[in-house]
């Protein structure tokens, strides 16, 4: 399983994914868009169905991947545990993976019943542009660290980018992209109309 917000998804979160499923030879990847999350408290997460629905565009080509609504649906903020529990519920008999990137796993000893995220997946932290998995004090047996092809994008500026004006091409899926201008999401301010000659 992959959580995030996807807010969008782009590509170093696809990357990722096919890559820990290629070397670990997993037989499915979930991702997971969490509820409104407590991290990111301080700005304004697009809505859910909105981020739900482009992590299903980025995905469905690919028969691996799926999408989960547990977070969504279970509503206020998103526990990692509770998100363990609800797919170790769902899928008795699965081996769980809990796919993460470098910057997030450096939080994970933060998180609340860190210590039980433990028991239930084996967790892969991925190296990500910008941010160091050495220095980690994780858990021994835990924790696997693998490196990925390099891809410097981030949701964050992927919307500031939209803000600007400025293109989220082959950042983001072709039908991502579609659907960021079909809904209007990350414009700065109302929507500005060219003056009438
Ligand atoms: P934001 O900028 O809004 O925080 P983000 O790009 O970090 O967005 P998230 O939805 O926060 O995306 O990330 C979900 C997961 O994907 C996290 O574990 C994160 O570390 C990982 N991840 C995101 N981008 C990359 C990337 N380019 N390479 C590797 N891992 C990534
Ligand atoms: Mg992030």
């Not at 039980?116 to 997946?121: E, Q, T, V």
């Not at 981030?154 to 091409?169: K, N, Y």
Request: hydrophobic residues 40%; negative net charge.
């Amino acid at each position: 399983m992959m959580g995030g917000t996807f807010d969008p998804i782009h590509h170093g979160h696809l990357v990722a994914a096919s890559e820990v499923a290629g070397l670990f030879g997993l037989d499915e990847v979930v991702f997971v868009p969490t509820g409104q999350p407590w991290q990111k408290s301080d700005r304004q997460v697009s809505p859910a169905e909105d981020r739900y629905l482009m992590t299903v565009i980025a995905t469905a080509s690919n028969p691996r991947f799926s999408v989960s609504r547990v977070d969504i649906d279970r509503g206020g903020p998103t526990y990692t545990i509770d998100t363990l529990v609800d797919l170790r519920a769902q899928r008795p008999d699965a081996e769980l993976f809990f796919i993460t990137g470098a910057d997030a796993l450096a939080q994970i000893m933060t998180w609340r019943d860190g210590d039980r995220c433990f028991d239930l997946a084996h967790f892969i932290g991925v190296t990500r542009p910008g941010y160091t998995l050495a220095d980690l004090d994780l858990p021994p047996g835990r924790v696997s660290l693998v490196e990925i092809p390099a891809l410097a994008i981030s949701s964050s500026d992927c919307r500031g980018r939209v803000a600007r004006g400025m293109p989220v091409w082959y950042l983001v899926p072709d039908g991502v992209v579609q659907y960021i201008e079909k809904r209007g999401l990350y414009r700065e301010g109302p929507r500005r109309r060219a003056p009438s000659a």
